[in-house]
């Protein structure tokens, strides 16, 4: 856990580092100068006290033998004055105190520890020992004339020797503050030197930490030269580098984002456990589930199987071989079981390092409407191909039906018959005519107008429903015909007809053995346009009607719901057909399932435009 006392700034650290470190240098220095400068002045003590009892007990000696008693009180007196003597006495060898330095001497007594210390004395030694509290006394024997006439004693004052290491103490701590102080000062100077270049650096780097795009705080000012200035200088030269890689790195991001924003495919990453880290929209689109409910989604819970399952096995291929899959198609089922898609799938591995792939990356190609394409265009291929051989069988039939009509046409006028036998060559003659029209409107079918002509519309809707005729009577379906014998219209006759046979045709598909079919014409005008003369068209029928859902779609290309019988082209096409010759269709239908009887009628409006162009290519309305 870090110290909360201790400073956080180098200047400051570097100066409470720096005062700690000498003041516990200075106490370790006093404390050893202490105890060394104690034991001299002990020493010295001792050296005085000796010095002092021997001084002393001379003076005494020589008072003794000069007859001079006074003296000897006048020495204790004048060594009992000594700075640095406590006590002097001088006493008899029994231990009896004759004289003192301080009070009355008849008072004064040896302690019994100075009383101990009287068979130890030596003659002319002196005697230096310590007893209670520390206290220093040093003692020795007078002689005079050979005979033992007392003892010196002197006490030493222990004040003084502590105002010696008091004196040494204090000129210690005084020699140490001017020293912490002024190296103080020349440490705070020495560390504002380092740590302004520092404090600079640091804001630096929190500037870059609070906005790494910003550049307005560097580079940053080099006001130094050494290690630090060095240091400031790679630092400015770091954060230029990084700016221009952040640079070229928003700009590959950038790229890489509008690429996948806006690729006209669709893109999908998966990490290890196919879950989808990123999706763009068109592989959002394509399945019908929102962009932010793809990530952190495993396929299972977003596509059908089996594509789930192929395409998660495809996409733990690659983190396990580490190799790309490409064209890999995918069929499923859209909300529509009519309605399937195929997609073209490419996947590839995304490696961050050399050494591992992170994820895997899916590329999807939406080929349903190719898939459809080419489906109808070999259903167009057949049936065009049907339509030929058609052609050319009604063509081939021409010759010999000519033959059998010539032949029955001479029983009939250059033969004596009977009657049964002339009613049978009467009857034989009129399928041999419906064969004849039914070549004839095979061929009409395939040798479309390339001009546009004046066409009896009574004639082109009887050939659409005579060509229908079989369909209609297995069917039992009764058809209601209302339209004038002379009206026309000023169209591409065979492109008209191909219209009409499309809507009776899907009428007839719709309806249930003995249902209503009804085909209708009549000079009318456009429904926005009054001004507009044209010819108005009825198809209906009471068939299974269509929901709102299928009627939306119509006129979508291959959009069937004939399943394997439809192509889906017919109204396409229809539609095509209408607005190149400038008309609109009206649409309304119900299902049974509306409680109502059910059916579908077609109302189309073709204007009777003489100025009617070949290559029209104007883009009308179909309106439901």
């Given at each position: 856990?870090?110290?909360?006392?201790?400073?956080?700034?180098?200047?400051?650290?570097?100066?409470?580092?720096?005062?700690?470190?000498?003041?516990?240098?200075?106490?370790?220095?006093?404390?050893?100068?202490?105890?060394?400068?104690?034991?001299?002045?002990?020493?010295?003590?001792?050296?005085?006290?000796?010095?002092?009892?021997?001084?002393?007990?001379?003076?005494?000696?020589?008072?003794?033998?000069?007859?001079?008693?006074?003296?000897?009180?006048?020495?204790?007196?004048?060594?009992?004055?000594?700075?640095?003597?406590?006590?002097?006495?001088?006493?008899?060898?029994?231990?009896?105190?004759?004289?003192?330095?301080?009070?009355?001497?008849?008072?004064?007594?040896?302690?019994?520890?100075?009383?101990?210390?009287?068979?130890?004395?030596?003659?002319?030694?002196?005697?230096?020992?310590?007893?209670?509290?520390?206290?220093?006394?040093?003692?020795?024997?007078?002689?005079?004339?050979?005979?033992?006439?007392?003892?010196?004693?002197?006490?030493?004052?222990?004040?003084?020797?502590?105002?010696?290491?008091?004196?040494?103490?204090?000129?210690?701590?005084?020699?140490?503050?001017?020293?912490?102080?002024?190296?103080?000062?020349?440490?705070?100077?020495?560390?504002?030197?380092?740590?302004?270049?520092?404090?600079?650096?640091?804001?630096?780097?929190?500037?870059?930490?609070?906005?790494?795009?910003?550049?307005?705080?560097?580079?940053?000012?080099?006001?130094?030269?050494n290690e630090i200035g060095d240091l400031m200088e790679a630092f400015n030269r770091m954060v230029a580098s990084i700016q221009e890689q952040r640079a070229g790195l928003n700009d590959t991001l950038s790229l890489l984002d509008s690429m996948l924003a806006n690729a006209p495919i669709g893109l999908a990453f998966f990490d290890r456990r196919c879950r989808f880290v990123r999706v763009n929209q068109v592989f959002a689109d394509m399945t019908k589930i929102p962009l932010s409910r793809h990530l952190g989604r495993t396929l299972p819970e977003l596509l059908p199987q089996p594509v789930a399952q192929q395409l998660e096995d495809t996409v733990q291929g690659v983190f396990l071989r580490e190799d790309p899959v490409r064209n890999l198609e995918l069929t499923g089922e859209g909300p529509n079981p009519s309605r399937c898609w195929t997609w073209l799938a490419s996947a590839y591995p995304v490696r961050t390092n050399p050494h591992q792939v992170r994820w895997v990356g899916v590329i999807v190609l939406d080929a349903s409407d190719r898939k459809r394409n080419e489906e109808a265009l070999r259903k167009t291929e057949k049936l065009a191909a049907t339509g030929r051989l058609a052609a050319s069988i009604a063509h081939e039939i021409n010759n010999p039906l000519e033959a059998i009509t010539n032949l029955l046409f001479l029983m009939h006028n250059f033969c004596q018959l009977d009657e049964a036998t002339l009613n049978y060559v009467v009857m034989a003659e009129h399928e041999a005519r419906r064969i004849a029209e039914i070549t004839q409107q095979t061929l009409r079918f395939y040798r479309q107008s390339t001009l546009p002509v004046r066409a009896n519309m009574s004639d082109l809707l009887d050939s659409v429903l005579s060509l229908y005729q079989g369909r209609l009577s297995n069917l039992n379906i009764r058809v209601e015909k209302k339209y004038d014998a002379a009206m026309d219209l000023f169209c591409f006759a065979g492109e008209v007809r191909q219209v009409f046979a499309n809507l009776v045709g899907n009428a007839i598909d719709a309806t249930a053995d003995g249902g209503r079919l009804v085909v209708r014409a009549r000079r009318s005008r456009d429904w926005k346009a009054p001004a507009t003369i044209g010819v108005r068209f009825t198809v209906a029928d009471t068939g299974v009607g269509m929901s709102p859902e299928v009627r939306a779609r119509i006129f979508e290309a291959f959009f069937t719901t004939k399943e394997v019988t439809g192509t889906g082209l017919g109204l396409w096409v229809s539609q095509e057909i209408i607005v190149k010759h400038r008309g609109m269709v009206h649409l309304r239908s119900r299902t049974a399932s509306s409680g109502k009887l059910s059916g579908t009628v077609f109302q189309i409006f073709f204007p009777d435009d003489g100025d009617l162009k070949p290559a029209a290519s104007e883009t009308a309305s179909a309106e439901v």
């Open positions: 856990m870090p110290m909360r006392w201790w400073p956080r700034s180098i200047r400051w650290q570097m100066l409470a580092g720096l005062v700690l470190l000498e003041t516990l240098s200075l106490l370790l220095f006093a404390f050893l100068l202490i105890r060394e400068q104690g034991r001299a002045v002990h020493g010295r003590a001792l050296q005085r006290l000796d010095h002092q009892a021997t001084s002393m007990a001379m003076q005494a000696r020589e008072a003794l033998l000069q007859n001079r008693p006074e003296w000897v009180g006048l020495s204790v007196k004048m060594m009992g004055a000594a700075p640095s003597v406590g006590s002097a006495k001088i006493t008899d060898p029994a231990g009896n105190v004759l004289y003192a330095s301080t009070g009355r001497s008849d008072q004064a007594s040896l302690d019994p520890a100075e009383r101990a210390q009287i068979p130890l004395m030596v003659q002319d030694q002196p005697r230096v020992f310590s007893f209670d509290h520390g206290r220093l006394e040093g003692a020795r024997p007078i002689y005079a004339g050979g005979m033992l006439r007392g003892y010196v004693w002197v006490e030493s004052d222990r004040s003084w020797d502590r105002v010696q290491l008091e004196t040494v103490f204090h000129a210690t701590l005084v020699f140490g503050a001017i020293w912490v102080i002024a190296s103080a000062l020349l440490v705070s100077f020495m560390a504002r030197s380092i740590s302004q270049p520092l404090a600079v650096l640091h804001r630096g780097t929190r500037a870059l930490m609070r906005s790494p795009e910003s550049a307005g705080n560097f580079p940053l000012p080099v006001s130094i030269h």
